[in-house]
């Protein structure tokens, strides 16, 4: 992967002239590529992960798997696309193993992540079975550690 991309996935928020300072790059040269990158769809969107229980915020987020019966002439992806298209639905993957689909949602509270589980995608056409499994709580998200405590504590070593 390009380094530009490497440094931009890490932290999106640093600048063009940043960027070229740390790539040793002209500052118009990097904001071309991203540019580039934008229109040619490599870079999709940025995002900013946030501490929810700091702002108060109380999402209810579930991961859920999806078994489903691939249709002819389409596999997994038409079904997959058509899930994917919900608005509760934050992230869509097809998966290897014992189900197909692995489905992460976000809803105000448990009923309305139930609500949607039981009346839009178990009742999709081709949809065999889902198993939900609330998260309770992060501890690191997108590579990034919920918590920012500078703690050195190093674990203990067993003989």
Do not use: W
Request: aromatic fraction near 6%; include cysteine.
């Amino acid at each position: 992967m390009d380094q530009l991309l490497k440094l931009l996935r890490e932290n999106a928020a640093l600048t063009p002239a940043q960027l070229s300072k740390m790539l040793n790059l002209p500052e118009a040269e990097v904001a071309v590529k991203i540019k580039a990158y934008e229109k040619d769809n490599v870079i999709l969107g940025y995002r900013t992960v946030l501490n929810e229980e700091r702002l108060g915020v109380d999402l209810v987020r579930a991961v859920i798997e999806v078994k489903i019966t691939p249709e002819r002439g389409g596999g997994f992806d038409r079904l997959a696309e058509r899930i994917a298209k919900y608005a509760e639905v934050n992230s869509c993957y097809l998966m290897s193993g014992g189900y197909d689909l692995l489905v992460i949602v976000e809803g105000n509270s448990l009923r309305e992540v139930a609500t949607f589980v039981s009346e839009k995608l178990a009742t999709i056409q081709g949809v065999l079975s889902t198993a939900t499994h609330f998260m309770l709580k992060p501890y690191k998200e997108q590579g990034v550690l919920m918590t920012r405590e500078q703690n050195d504590e190093r674990l203990a070593v067993a003989p």
